[in-house]
C-alpha cells in the first residue's frame, strides 16, 4: 500500500490526466479545492503491484444498447489517435447485425 501523501497525489494526478484529461469536457485535479481533494484521497486505498502475468477478454460494450455503443464508438473516433480509432472500429464491429 502507498501511504505517501504526496505519492499518493502524484498518482492521483496522473490517472486523472490519463483518463480523464482527454475526453471531451475533460478536467484536472488543479479545477478542484485543494481541500476537497485531500478529502477525496481519504476514501482512496492506493497500492502498486506487480504483474506476473495478464490474461484478457475483449469486450466492446456488447452489454450496451447499439445506440450506446455507436455513441462510445463516436467519442472515440472524435478524440482521433490510432489506439481510439482501433477500439472505435472493434466495437462497431462487434453490433448486433454485423
Not at 490517472?15 to 480523464?20: G, K, S
Not at 481519504?42 to 503491484?49: A, L, Q, S
Not at 466492446?60 to 472515440?76: C, F, K, W, Y
Amino acid at each position: 500500500m502507498v501511504e505517501d501523501a504526496d505519492r499518493c497525489l502524484a498518482i492521483l494526478q496522473a490517472m486523472v490526466a490519463e483518463y480523464e484529461g482527454q475526453v471531451s469536457g475533460g478536467w484536472s485535479l488543479d479545477s478542484l479545492d485543494g481541500d476537497l481533494v485531500r478529502g477525496m484521497m481519504k476514501g482512496i486505498v492506493f497500492f502498486e503491484m506487480t504483474v506476473d502475468r495478464l490474461e484478457g477478454k475483449a469486450k466492446m460494450s456488447q452489454n450496451r444498447t447499439p445506440e450506446d455503443v455507436i455513441g462510445a464508438a463516436s467519442a472515440l473516433e472524435a478524440l482521433g489517435g490510432e489506439e481510439n480509432l482501433t477500439v472505435a472500429a472493434e466495437m462497431r464491429r462487434h453490433l448486433p447485425g454485423r
